[in-house]
């Protein structure tokens, strides 16, 4: 149904900063919560965070609350995570979600439509 498409990663150093952009269709941003989970090599997908479909309220791993921010512009259909203050550990490919309904969620399963994910490497 719809397509997430996630850009921004890259290679930063420690303390520095990244914006990850995530491009959706019309039908799937309007419709849906959206959020940011991530995965680093031999762990779990976990999540990062949160946004209702309005944008009015917003969820944080305690690993990222303070350094991350989660945003969606609604007429660009368009999905962001900032993250600033970047350590070695946030390392991980970063992949944006759509879950149908209004209300976020921290759980992966209650997503159902994924991104190819984006990599995002922190050197210390």
């Known amino acids: 149904q719809g397509q997430l498409v996630e850009s921004g990663g890259g290679l930063v150093q420690a303390g520095g900063s990244l914006r990850l952009s995530c491009a959706t269709s019309g039908r799937t941003f309007s419709s849906n919560a959206m959020g940011w989970f991530r995965q680093a090599p031999g762990k779990e997908r976990e999540f990062v965070a949160a946004i209702s479909m309005s944008g009015g309220s917003t969820y944080y791993a305690d690993s990222v609350k303070g350094r991350f921010t989660i945003s969606r512009d609604n007429a660009k259909n368009t999905l962001y995570l900032e993250m600033n203050s970047l350590k070695p550990e946030d390392t991980a490919v970063y992949y944006c979600?759509?879950?149908?309904?209004?209300?976020?969620?921290?759980?992966?399963?209650?997503?159902?439509?994924w991104g190819q994910g984006t990599q995002v490497t922190v050197s210390s």
């Open positions: 979600a759509a879950r149908w309904g209004p209300l976020a969620s921290t759980k992966k399963n209650e997503y159902s439509y």
